[in-house]
């Protein structure tokens, strides 16, 4: 199976690192020439590939695909529109003229769901805006869910917070301590493990799942909990919350994770790694 992996960053890297089947071979896209030698020592990967893909550009390499994987997420001194909008145009317009099978996965962000007052939500909820960066997002799935070509298979997974090896919640709560966050700290937040993330996009492919789902823990902690709980282990100042302040653009829901479960996916880090009261 031939895999174009668009998108080499913190996802990119930690899939291209733990898939040992043999089955599989990638072509990986990066926009950092730097990377290029790194990536080509992968065992997995055919070939390293510097591409910035804009709006109008011709990808009819993707004729040469069984799945397309996108990773991508915003480089220094770019925007969301470049990043997202922009890219996910190019590959539909693309995608619109396959004449083969094609399974492409999409990794969006929870934060499409808006602000949610705590609520549980799920796939079918509706959508929600909370700033210009949330609706690029928001039209950015929409893009691949108005796919109209039958042989292009679609799936989008909704991740949470992102943590694992370099990314550790106890790391960020020292980027955090003794800080002033805006919000009240009761915002109900929602984390994916790296691994997680890794195991699912392989699930998603040999399962041949398409449509929405969302990739968050078990476990939904509000940010003044899960800090405070981080700090006093780690002995430093907790942060301080301004319910004041407009500036908290917290999506504050309990995201479902049970369709992706009711389709037989077992997470790996199901719980986050503290214990803490909700």
């Known amino acids: 199976m031939r895999i174009l992996l668009i998108g080499s960053g913190y996802v990119g890297q930690a899939l291209l690192n733990s898939w040992n089947n043999p089955n599989y ?61 922009e890219v996910a145009s190019a590959i539909q317009k693309e995608l619109s003229n396959v004449k083969q099978s094609i399974f492409l996965i999409y990794t969006s962000s929870t934060s499409v ?12 909820t509706d959508k929600s805006s909370t700033s210009e960066n949330s609706q690029i997002l928001i039209d950015t799935e929409n893009i ?30 020292k980027m955090m301590s003794s800080r002033k966050l805006s919000g009240t700290g009761d915002e109900l937040t929602n984390h994916i493990h790296i691994s997680d993330i890794t195991a699912a ?45 407009k500036g908290c653009k917290s999506t504050n829901a309990a995201v479902s994770n049970q369709k992706i479960k009711s389709c037989g996916y077992i997470f790996k880090e199901s719980k986050l790694p503290t214990t803490f009261a909700n």
């Open 25 to 85: 071979s990638f072509v990986v896209t990066t926009t950092t020439k730097s990377k290029i030698k790194t990536i080509q020592q992968i065992q997995c990967v055919e070939e390293a590939l510097l591409l910035e893909i804009k709006k109008n550009t011709q990808l009819d390499l993707l004729k040469n695909f069984d799945v397309i994987i996108m990773n991508i997420a915003p480089k220094k001194g770019s925007n969301y529109s470049e990043t997202y909008f």
């Open 113 to 124: 769901y808006g602000p949610c007052e705590g609520r549980v939500v799920d796939e079918l």
């Open 144 to 173: 691949f869910l108005s796919s109209n070509n039958p042989l292009a298979q679609i799936c989008i997974l909704r991740l949470g917070g992102i943590y694992g090896p370099g990314r550790s919640l106890e790391s960020r709560a």
């Open 201 to 245: 996009i392989e699930f998603c492919i040999t399962h041949n799942l398409n449509g929405l789902y969302n990739l968050v823990g078990d476990e939904h902690p509000a940010r003044k909990n899960l800090y405070e709980h981080i700090c006093k282990q780690l002995s430093i100042p907790p942060p301080q919350f301004d319910a004041s302040s």
